[in-house]
């Protein structure tokens, strides 16, 4: 965790509902994805948000994890650094959130680096991961490892072709929107803006 005081009144509050966002049963499955995508030598974290951000936090998991999703040369982070320096980890992390975007997340569904790193909210970060999930196993390219329940996939478009014998045939349809009332009428009503008649 950064180095930081303790917060009080309205911050704390906020921090509080922030930290409530994060899910403990999320957290085990994307543990479980990111260890099948990039391979056990990434390591297992300790259970917990502590456990799980400490894990992330150096970028070392978060670009292997990017990068398991491309060929061997078309890699988006080119250079992992094994690093206790904490500025070179914190660039590392802010590496993955613009792979991310290149590969097809959503900018509002990416975290910021201070999310991570500072365990800001930690609830982004498994939203991100989430999201980097679901984009994989949509694109059904053959990089995605593990179980494709774990995610929902995207969708998709559904592009539909008429024959020109198709297209005609819908020219000769007279729908309710275009002026046929089928026996609807305005008999019995009253003009606008005029007073409702009440006959006793």
């Known amino acids: 965790m950064a180095n930081h005081g303790p917060i009080y009144g309205f911050s704390r509050y906020v921090q509080n509902k922030i930290e409530k966002k994060y899910e403990p049963e999320l957290e085990e499955r994307l543990v479980k994805w990111i260890i099948a995508q990039c391979g056990s030598d990434v390591g297992q974290p300790e259970l917990g948000r502590v456990g799980f951000q400490s894990w992330l936090k150096d970028g070392t998991v978060l670009s292997q994890l990017i990068n398991s999703h491309y060929a061997e040369n078309k890699k988006p982070i080119k250079k992992i650094w094994n690093t206790d320096k904490a500025f070179k980890q914190m660039e590392q992390v802010s590496e993955f959130p613009k792979a991310a975007e ?25 939203r991100t991961l989430m999201a980097l999930g679901s984009i994989a196993v949509t694109k059904n390219d053959g990089y995605y490892r593990g179980d494709p329940s774990w995610f929902h996939k995207k969708a998709q478009e559904n592009k539909r072709e008429f024959t020109e014998e198709q297209l005609r045939q819908g020219q000769n349809i007279i729908s309710l929107q275009m002026g046929s009332n089928q026996g609807a009428s305005q008999a019995g009503m009253a003009g606008y803006g005029l007073a409702r008649q009440i006959i006793s």
């Not at 990416?110 to 800001?120: G, H, M, R, Y």
């Open 102 to 126: 290149r590969y097809g997340v959503n900018k509002t569904d990416i975290f910021q680096t201070v999310d991570l790193w500072e365990s800001k909210d930690l609830a982004a970060v498994q």
